[in-house]
């Protein structure tokens, strides 16, 4: 049997402030099985954005184990951790982190490059992606020039470009309107589906976790089903 993409054991985090010590993870454990859309809906400083930068090799835990694909994260060599996170796993944040002095399609472009795909097969590869998320006409607009949703949705095309077996997206429509909002998470969804790429995706809109497999919670540190 396959290992599932994303397996989070006993995952504690604590941060270490003038104050003394804040535990917000305090053994955390989730598994996402291969193609499974799950929301992580919890009140804001429970630590989500915690869980995802764990779960995204961003961060190291204080005591647990990330699983990605069945290998332990705390095994790894930094290069060996780089290397997942650029070739297994996409990330969307809030705010798009796009390399501004970029087009959207460099940005896209970038991170395979980075991976050793080709130039062309690159770009064909960034263009359909726009196209895909109804950017086609925008390629060479840097993020500057494009609207909240559009830069978004270009952060979206950018953590799908290396075709990701997990998408992690931190509160990824979080600063667009409702409407735009409702837009972007729906193709985000439906192309994840798709691909049968697994997801965890914080969210503070319950409309939009319940389009999802699954609604988990934090509490008290631990992850916990939601309602
Ligand atoms: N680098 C850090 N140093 C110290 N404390 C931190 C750090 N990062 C987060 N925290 C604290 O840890 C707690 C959890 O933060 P986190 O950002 O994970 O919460 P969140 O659930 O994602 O919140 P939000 O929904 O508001 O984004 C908060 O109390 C926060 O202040």
């Known amino acids: ?10 995952v504690e985090r ?14 955390a454990d989730l598994t996402l099985e291969q193609g499974e859309i799950v929301a992580l809906v919890a ?25 990605i694909e069945g290998r ?21 944040y809030q705010f798009h982190h796009l390399l501004p002095e970029f087009t959207a399609e460099e940005n896209i472009v970038l991170p395979q490059l980075a991976a050793g795909v080709g130039r062309r097969a690159a770009r064909e590869r960034a263009r359909s992606l726009l196209a895909l998320f109804g950017l086609s006409g925008r390629e060479s607009h840097p993020p500057g020039k494009l609207s909240g949703g559009e830069q978004q949705r270009v952060a979206i095309a950018r953590a799908l470009a290396n075709r990701p077996r997990i998408l992690l997206a931190d509160e990824p429509t979080g600063n667009l309107d409702v409407g ?9 969804l439906e192309h994840v589906r798709g691909e049968g ?8 809109n319950p409309e939009l ?3 999802m497999d699954r609604i988990v919670t934090l509490a008290e540190g631990r992850i916990a089903a939601a309602g």
């Not at 009140?43 to 835990?61: I, Q, R, W």
């Not at 790429?197 to 503070?204: K, M, S």
Request: zero cysteines; glycine letters at 12%.
């Open 72 to 92: 332990a994260a705390g095994t790894l060599s930094d290069d060996a951790r780089t290397a997942i996170r650029r070739d297994t796993i996409g990330f969307v």
């Open 14 to 27: 604590r941060y270490r402030s003038g104050a003394g010590e804040l535990p917000v993870l305090r053994g």
């Open 197 to 204: 790429v697994a997801a965890l995706v914080a969210t503070h």
């Open 43 to 67: 009140p804001s400083g429970t630590g989500k954005s915690t869980l995802l930068h764990l779960a995204g090799l961003l961060e190291k835990p204080d005591g647990g184990e990330v699983f």
């Open 180 to 188: 735009t909002s409702d837009r972007v998470f729906h193709e985000l």
């Open 1 to 10: 049997m396959s290992e599932p993409p994303l397996r989070l054991a006993a």
């Open 209 to 211: 976790a319940r389009r």
